[in-house]
Antibody
């Protein structure tokens, strides 16, 4: 089955850019599927960040769209997230997931990103 | 974007039926799905496309979607079912999650 693993810095300074990568195993990204990022602030619910198709087409949460860039690297079987101008409100556990049209079927274990000086 | 509304909490006795609701206007036109999240774990898909169970999910989990309300039903609730449950829907390339319902089994 599909396996996903998030990686990236656990601490980012305010106003800087948060960058995360998700490495996919047991499935070739270029074969299809949508790929997504979801976050969960401490003690809070799930928030969809955005989705990207293997071709590079992207769909972003309107509330984050102005700060967000997602990309896919099929040669490395990875997809990535960049969120600029971060604040403490962006502190969260960030998950990557595989997405069928209507639902997320496989999730990574999540990586905690703290925004603090 | 659109919104999905869930009750923050629900309590049920072991062996009883738990019904978790999720309401939102867009549910009339799209599928709902449900995730279970236990402390320290990633969300787990338990129902997709309103009423389908992924492989490995017990039969006591079922779902329905009628009008503007989707419902996750857990029959014969067990202590291991204590968790947070989130509904989710997709419409026009935008995804929304409900705020989550904390299910307590006591």
């Amino acid at each position: 089955q599909v396996q996903l693993q998030e990686s990236g810095p656990g601490l980012v300074k305010p106003s800087e850019t948060l960058s995360l990568t998700c490495t996919v195993s047991a499935y070739s990204i270029s074969s299809g599927y949508y790929w997504a990022w979801i976050r969960q602030a401490p003690g809070k619910g799930l928030e969809w960040i955005g989705s990207i198709y293997h071709s590079g087409n992207t769909y972003y949460n309107p509330s984050l769209e102005s700060r967000l860039t997602m990309s896919v690297d099929t040669s490395k079987n990875q997809f990535s997230l960049k969120l600029k101008s971060v604040t403490a409100a962006d502190t969260a556990l960030y998950y990557c997931a595989s997405k069928q049209t209507y639902y997320f079927d496989y999730w990574g274990q999540g990586t905690l990103v703290t925004v603090s000086s | 974007s659109f919104e999905l509304t869930q009750p923050p909490s629900l309590s049920v006795s072991p062996g009883q039926t738990a019904s978790v609701t999720c309401s939102g206007d867009k549910l009339r036109d799209t599928y709902a799905c449900w995730y279970q999240q236990k402390p320290g774990e990633s969300p787990l898909l338990v129902i997709y496309q309103d009423n389908k169970r992924p492989s490995g999910i017990p039969e006591r989990f079922s779902g329905s979607n009628s009008g503007n309300t989707a419902t996750l039903t857990i029959s014969g609730t067990q202590a291991m079912d204590e968790a947070d449950y989130y509904c989710q829907a997709w419409d026009s390339n935008v995804v929304a999650f409900g705020g989550g319902t904390k299910l307590t089994v006591l």
